[in-house]
């Protein structure tokens, strides 16, 4: 857009104990989309273009991706588009109000090879019984991961809370890949994952426990295809040639 159409779109979480106000912060009433770990906000601004009628928030550790991100949508005039510093952990579990949201995008977490990190993983059972929580009746969640441990623990686990499908092929909206992520994958011919799941209606009570009851996500990532638990899915000969970064 032309220079003085150009629209501020990063936006603050606030304090941690305050849950964020979406009409604060979109000044509207719309459906709403939430992109946990944005990265450089290529979903999130393409999702915006498309569909104007819905607000968009994206989060995102890394103040470069994320300035990016919100330079992406500000350029481009949308005013629904916006973007938050902040661990998406904290915000979907500690945050974001409940039936506030829905849709939840989780695209390529990042599997945290090292088993001192995994506890930075953003997929848990806190966090799915979290995204659960704060979807609408009804609401979706979509993930998608080229990491095939993380995939596996995904579809073992958030079945017992969402109606779970995987996704054959890549979005209709987006052929070449909804993220930069998803398209680096595919030039190093790795396999993706995808997953269209929508939210099972049980009381709170129910789904909470059964989140208590999931397994850790404590899988080794470091060889996608080769890990102690998954030799189900390989990874293509490419794949198996190179190094993960
Ligand atoms: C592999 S990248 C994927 C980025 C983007 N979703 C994509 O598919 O291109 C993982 C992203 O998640 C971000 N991230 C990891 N943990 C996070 C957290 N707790 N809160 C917010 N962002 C996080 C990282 O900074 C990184 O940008």
Redesign the pocket.
């Known amino acids: 857009m032309p220079k003085d159409q150009w629209v501020r779109t990063r936006v603050p979480l606030e304090r941690r104990s305050e849950p964020f106000d979406w009409l604060r912060a979109f000044g509207r009433v719309a459906p709403r989309v939430l992109d ?5 906000g ?1 979903y999130l601004v393409s999702s915006a273009l498309r569909r104007p009628t819905h607000d968009h928030l994206g ?4 103040p470069p ?1 994320l300035r990016l991100a919100s330079l992406r949508a500000g350029q481009r005039g949308l005013s629904h588009c916006k973007f938050a510093w ?4 904290e915000f979907i579990v500690s945050r974001c109000p409940t039936a506030s949201v829905d849709e939840v995008h989780l ?4 599997p945290y090879y090292d088993a001192s990190k995994v506890d ?1 993983r ?1 997929l848990a059972p806190r966090t799915l019984f979290a995204i659960w929580r704060a979807l609408v009746p009804g609401g979706l969640f979509v993930f998608q991961t080229d990491n095939p441990a993380y995939w596996k623990w995904t579809a073992e686990h958030a079945p017992r809370l969402f109606d779970w499908h995987e996704q054959p092929g890549p979005w209709a909206d987006a052929p070449a890949g909804r ?4 398209i680096r994958a595919r030039a190093q011919g790795l396999e993706i994952f995808r997953a269209l799941a929508t939210r099972l209606e049980l009381d709170a009570a129910t789904a909470e426990a059964r989140a208590a009851n999931m397994r850790a996500p404590t899988f080794d990532a470091n060889k996608p295809g080769h890990g102690p638990e998954d030799t189900s899915r390989e990874p293509s000969s490419a794949a198996r040639s190179r190094r993960r970064p």
Not at 59 to 62: F, M, Y
């Open positions: 946990l770990g944005c990265g450089n290529l989060i995102e550790l890394v991706a902040g661990d998406a952990t695209y390529h977490p990042q930075r953003q993220t930069l992520r998803e």
